[in-house]
Nanobody
Framework: QVQLVESGGGLVQPGGSLRLSCAAS???????????MGWYRQAPGKQRELVAT???????NYGDSVKGRFTISRDNAKRTMYLQMNSLKPEDTAVYYC?????????????WGQGTQVTVSS
């Protein structure tokens, strides 16, 4: 069982920056590095969408709407993932969720955090 806790959300003006963190517990660092980690977001009245993912090999994948503005990273020793968000826009307003997923001996392992609110407004 993996527990994920997001932090770093808040209110920011358009053009500003925020850094989200996702701390994982309940697994060793060896197991943590096997997970594909990701950020997803959900705005009111909209479906949850991919923001970015990062593999165990540090390959990053971004949603089209955030390419060039957001950067995903991970520190396996700290069992923590980050999302640096720059040039924020009002349309980035959403609840941001952390996800950890992998395929293991028992099947698919898929965990979610509780979410952190990001509001971009003047």
């Amino acid at each position: 069982q993996v527990q994920l806790v997001e932090s770093g959300g808040g209110l920011v003006q358009p053009g500003g920056s925020l850094r989200l963190s996702c701390a994982a517990s309940g697994s060793s660092g060896t197991i943590f590095r096997l997970y594909v980690m990701g950020w997803y977001r959900q705005a009111p009245g909209k479906q949850r969408e991919l923001v970015a993912t990062i593999s165990s090999g540090l390959n990053a994948n971004y949603g089209d709407s955030v390419k060039g503005r957001f950067t995903i990273s991970r520190d396996n020793a700290k069992r923590t993932m980050y999302l640096q968000m720059n040039s924020l826009k009002p349309e980035d307003t959403a609840v941001y969720y952390c996800n950890a997923a992998r395929i293991g001996p028992g099947g698919k392992y898929d965990y979610w955090g509780q979410g952190t609110q990001v509001t971009v407004s003047s």
